[in-house]
Structures are given as structure tokens and as C-alpha cells.
Nanobody, 124 residues
């Protein structure tokens, strides 16, 4: 059974940083893209960042470009999201997901396994 476990969320002041991790089990994910999405209170789940199976290509939402960095360690079946210069509007539950293919995508339907999420709260 495939499982994704996110960690690293928490409460941080505006301007601060957090690093999220997502470790996968039950499958080898080295051939698949990985992505991060988030859902803020009262809003739809939205794309944040994605990374190609090899790590050689990344995609970011405009709202986080230049502040967030996605990376992966295929030997550890883990994907990371380094979040810097956090803003109150980054407050959300963050989810990692495994892609259906190796290509990074910003579209939810291109992902078929999802974690339970980790809460990130940014205070002003």
C-alpha cells in the first residue's frame, strides 16, 4: 500500500522559513514526478510546486516563485519544499503527491497518490 507522510509544518512569523518533507513508502517513486499542493481555509486546493522524476526540471506557482524551492532525494523516496520569506497568505494545509508520469505537472488530475497534509501557519 502506498503511503505518503508529510512533516515539517508548524507556526512561523512572516518572513521566516520552514522546510517540509514528504517520504513515500510502498513503492519506488524514482520514476515519477512529485508535487506539492496546498489548501487554505475556504479555498480550493491549489498547486504549489512540482519536480520531474530526475529532479532536473521544476515548476512553481507564480505566488511562490523565488521564495519556495522543491527538491528530491530518490534514494530516500523523499521530496522537500523549502519555504522562505513566508507570508500570512501562505497559511494552508500542504499536501505532497505522486505523479502519474515522470513529468512535472501543475494539474491535480496528473497526481494519483496524496499525503494527509501538514499545517503551515504564518503569523503577521
Amino acid at each position: 500500500q502506498v503511503q505518503l507522510v508529510e512533516s515539517g509544518g508548524g507556526l512561523v512569523q512572516a518572513g521566516g522559513s520552514l522546510r517540509l518533507s514528504c517520504t513515500a513508502s510502498g513503492r519506488t517513486f524514482g520514476s515519477y514526478a512529485m508535487g506539492w499542493f496546498r489548501r487554505a481555509p475556504g479555498k480550493e486546493r491549489e498547486f504549489v510546486a512540482a519536480i520531474k522524476w530526475s529532479g532536473s526540471s521544476t515548476v512553481y506557482a507564480d505566488s511562490v516563485k523565488g521564495r519556495f524551492t522543491i527538491s528530491r532525494d530518490n534514494a530516500k523516496n523523499t521530496v522537500y519544499l523549502q519555504m522562505n520569506s513566508l507570508k500570512p497568505e501562505d497559511t494552508a494545509v500542504y499536501y505532497c503527491a505522486v505523479g502519474r508520469t515522470g513529468w512535472a505537472s501543475s494539474t491535480r488530475v496528473d497526481y494519483d497518490y496524496w499525503g494527509q497534509g501538514t499545517q503551515v501557519t504564518v503569523s503577521s
